[in-house]
Every structure is written in structure tokens, then in C-alpha cells.
């Protein structure tokens, strides 16, 4: 994982995304290889995508939906809906630091996690 003081919001979203992509692939009780083969991609990619390495494009979701047999939509909702917790959380951790902490600290995406 990236350290806090260079990961920047896309690099948020990208772990964010991937844990929800995880999450989604381990409640199907699908395995990497298996999710990787139905969406047409490498298990090194999904990987990548699942550790927040890689951020997937438009084309990997809708394969990686399929393949989880839900709607595009809905894969970008939870990764929408995750980001939002995630920043809320951030936020609160700012907001626990005081206001001088926090301006050392920058965006959300650079709070601790």
C-alpha cells in the first residue's frame, strides 16, 4: 500500500474500488482465477485491481460486473457509496486531529487508514 503522504484521491479510489471489487468476488465465492477467466482478464490484473494498484477502466468493470453477474451501475454505486464512507471516516479523523493537524495533512485521501 501507498504511503499517506503520496496517495492522492485517484489512488484512493483505486484501493477502494479494488476492496469492493474483492469483497464482491469473495461474497461469490469466487476465487481470483475464476472471476479473472469469466471477466477475460489475467489474474495478475485483477490482482492489481483488487490491491488498488491498478484502477480499472470502463470496459474491466462492465467484463468484472458480468462476470459478478450484476449491473455495471451497480459496481460503480458501491464503489461510489464505499468512497463516500471511506471520506467520511477520513474526515472524522481530521476533524479529531484539530484544525492545525489537519492543514498539515492535506485532502481526505491523505488521512491515515
Given at each position: 500500500?501507498?504511503?499517506?503522504?503520496?496517495?492522492?484521491?485517484?489512488?484512493?479510489?483505486?484501493?477502494?474500488?479494488?476492496?469492493?471489487?474483492?469483497?464482491?468476488?469473495?461474497?461469490?465465492?469466487?476465487?481470483?482465477?475464476?472471476?479473472?477467466?469469466?471477466?477475460?482478464?489475467?489474474?495478475?490484473?485483477?490482482?492489481?485491481?483488487?490491491?488498488?494498484?491498478?484502477?480499472?477502466?470502463?470496459?474491466?468493470?462492465?467484463?468484472?460486473?458480468?462476470?459478478?453477474?450484476?449491473p455495471?451501475?451497480?459496481?460503480?454505486?458501491k464503489?461510489?457509496?464505499?468512497?463516500?464512507?471511506?471520506?467520511?471516516?477520513?474526515?472524522?479523523?481530521?476533524?479529531?486531529?484539530?484544525?492545525?493537524?489537519?492543514?498539515?495533512?492535506?485532502?481526505?485521501?491523505?488521512?491515515?487508514?
Amino acid at each position: 500500500m501507498q504511503s499517506a503522504a503520496k496517495l492522492d484521491e485517484t489512488a484512493a479510489y483505486a484501493i477502494v474500488a479494488g476492496r469492493v471489487i474483492a469483497g464482491v468476488r469473495e461474497r461469490a465465492k469466487l476465487s481470483q482465477n475464476e472471476l479473472a477467466r469469466r471477466a477475460a482478464l489475467t489474474q495478475s490484473t485483477l490482482s492489481r485491481i483488487e490491491t488498488g494498484q491498478s484502477i480499472p477502466n470502463a470496459a474491466a468493470v462492465r467484463r468484472i460486473a458480468a462476470a459478478l453477474s450484476i449491473p455495471a451501475s451497480e459496481l460503480v454505486a458501491k464503489f461510489d457509496e464505499a468512497v463516500a464512507r471511506t471520506e467520511k471516516a477520513a474526515k472524522g479523523v481530521v476533524h479529531a486531529l484539530g484544525p492545525a493537524k489537519a492543514k498539515e495533512k492535506g485532502g481526505w485521501w491523505e488521512m491515515p487508514m
